[in-house]
Nanobody
Framework: QVQLVESGGGLVQAGGSLRLSCAAS????????MGWFRQAPGKEREFVAA????????TYADSVKGRFTISRDNTKNTVALQMNSVKPEDTAVFYC????????????????????WGQGTQVTVSS
């Protein structure tokens, strides 16, 4: 089992910055591909960013590329999402997720590959 707890959400003005954190406990954190997803009201949960097990390879959704940065610290069992130049359309509940199985690539954007999820943290961007 892997337990994930997100923190750092809140209200931010458009153009501002916010840093989300996810603390993991349980099975070997360094064995998991980690991802961030988000879900806006009335919309499906969507991929935001993912980071490989060793932290070297990252993948981003086109909508956040150049604005968001995912990182991980395998010594502290944490993964972070630095959000810069936020926009009102970034408003959503953000979820941290872990994928323990191997699917042939260093990172995954498919929601179905992630077997462990946090409870989510709300991010609201005001215009």
């Amino acid at each position: 089992q892997v337990q994930l707890v997100e923190s750092g959400g809140g209200l931010v003005q458009a153009g501002g910055s916010l840093r989300l954190s996810c603390a993991a406990s349980g099975r070997a954190f360094s064995s998991a591909v980690m991802g961030w997803f988000r879900q806006a009201p009335g919309k499906e949960r969507e991929f935001v960013a993912a980071i490989s097990r060793n932290g070297i390879i990252t993948t981003y959704a086109d909508s956040v590329k150049g604005r968001f940065t995912i990182s991980r610290d395998n010594t502290k069992n944490t993964v972070a999402l630095q959000m810069n130049s936020v926009k009102p359309e970034d408003t959503a509940v953000f979820y941290c997720a872990a994928a323990m199985d191997a699917y042939g690539s260093p990172t995954y954007s498919r929601l179905q590959y992630y077997g462990y999820w946090g409870q989510g943290t709300q991010v609201t961007v005001s215009s």
